[in-house]
């Protein structure tokens, strides 16, 4: 079957940084994305990787293992704003949009 | 440009009763899809349509059914409502997959209660 895999939830204090890692299982691997979803509202895109490597935008950098089947989602210098929950999801091989089950980020002052 | 747009926003339903939630984009995307959102659970796909004509059949399709007459719109429906379909329910839609337009892009979310 098709699995992935995130924590349920961290804890991490405001202006740290924080790791979510994301591992997959899937039949085929056509790309990985990340979303961020805040409590009572929609998913909203965060990022994309097809190719292995480290991808930074701004506060927020997404890395990918397709070897591993591994990718992690690095938040800097966190604000109470990130608290919400961080989606990880894989396109398999038929293009199928696989989703893990979030890991709720909880910001601490 | 209002983007991915859904009505109703909350409804509650008796066990039995029929709706359809309606789902409209105004970004000319050719893809778009019904997922459920329950807790602890991932979003899972109900359907999906790749054009306008055109549905399939997504990971949990039982209990709905779906329409796309026109191409920006996208309806769910629910011919006889169940307990075990009180969820929230979020459209989405996309450029073809393997276009390099594969973001999905998310409405606001219906939540449902079936009593």
């Known amino acids: 079957g098709q699995n992935i895999d995130q924590p349920t939830e961290m804890t991490a204090t405001e202006g740290a940084i924080v790791q979510i890692n994301c591992t997959y299982q899937?039949?085929?691997?056509?790309?990985l994305f990340w979303y961020q979803q805040h409590a009572g509202e929609a998913p909203t895109f965060l990022s994309y990787?097809?190719l292995d490597g480290l991808e930074e935008k701004g506060r927020f950098s997404s890395f990918l293992s397709r070897s591993k089947g591994y990718s992690y989602l690095l938040l800097k210098e966190l604000q109470m704003k990130d608290s919400a929950s961080y989606l990880c999801a894989v396109l398999d091989s038929n293009y199928q949009l696989i989703w893990g089950a979030g890991t709720k980020l909880i910001i601490k002052p | 440009n209002a983007g991915v747009t859904q009505t109703p926003k909350f409804r509650v339903l008796k066990t039995g009763q029929s709706m359809t939630l309606l789902c409209a984009q105004d970004m000319n995307h050719e893809y778009m899809y019904w997922y459920r959102q329950d807790p602890g659970m991932g979003l899972r796909l109900i359907h999906y349509s790749v054009g306008e004509g055109t549905t399939a059949k997504g990971e949990v399709p039982d209990g709905y059914n779906v329409s796309r007459l026109k191409k920006q719109n996208f309806l769910l429906g629910l011919e006889s409502a169940a307990p075990s379909q009180t969820s929230v329910y979020f459209c989405?839609?996309?450029?073809?997959?393997?276009?390099?337009?594969?973001?999905?892009?998310f409405g606001p979310g219906t939540r449902l209660l079936v009593l």
């Open positions: 990787n097809v």
């Open positions: 899937t039949s085929g691997f056509n790309g």
């Open positions: 989405a839609s996309s450029f073809p997959i393997g276009t390099g337009g594969e973001t999905q892009y």
